[in-house]
């Protein structure tokens, strides 16, 4: 599976992304997204943000997720950030500066390098 991912503002590149993790990687794409803008998380800590999946009625969650409104739902807790939930990697360009930042998520061991 492959979802290389552009969020454009005015028709202009906002953020590019990217995950690995099989069929985890649209919720993994969709919540590092959410977190940019509708948290207003930068990308590293959108990248770094605890993530959730659901699969087959049961939902998967890293130390972090709000569970408390989800009883009777069978979940299965990490104990840890962990690479089941994919491996983002993301670019950001700051609309007013053109600095663009990046992320690279730990759970695969990511990395950012800026020439």
Request: glycine fraction near 14%; hydrophobic fraction near 45%; aromatic fraction near 4%.
């Amino acid at each position: 599976m492959m979802a290389p991912t552009l969020v454009l503002e005015d028709g202009a590149p906002d953020l590019v992304l990217g995950s690995a993790g099989s069929n985890r990687i649209r919720s993994t794409i969709v919540q590092v997204i959410s977190a940019v803008l509708d948290r207003g998380l930068r990308a590293d800590e959108a990248v770094q943000a605890p993530r959730l999946h659901v699969e087959g009625g049961v939902l998967y969650a890293e130390p972090g997720v709000p569970l408390e409104s989800l009883a009777g739902r069978e979940v299965v807790r990490f104990r840890d950030r962990n690479l089941f939930f994919g491996g983002a990697q993301v670019v950001q360009l700051d609309p007013e500066t053109g600095e663009l930042t990046g992320a690279g998520d730990p759970r695969r061991g990511g990395a950012v390098v800026r020439a």
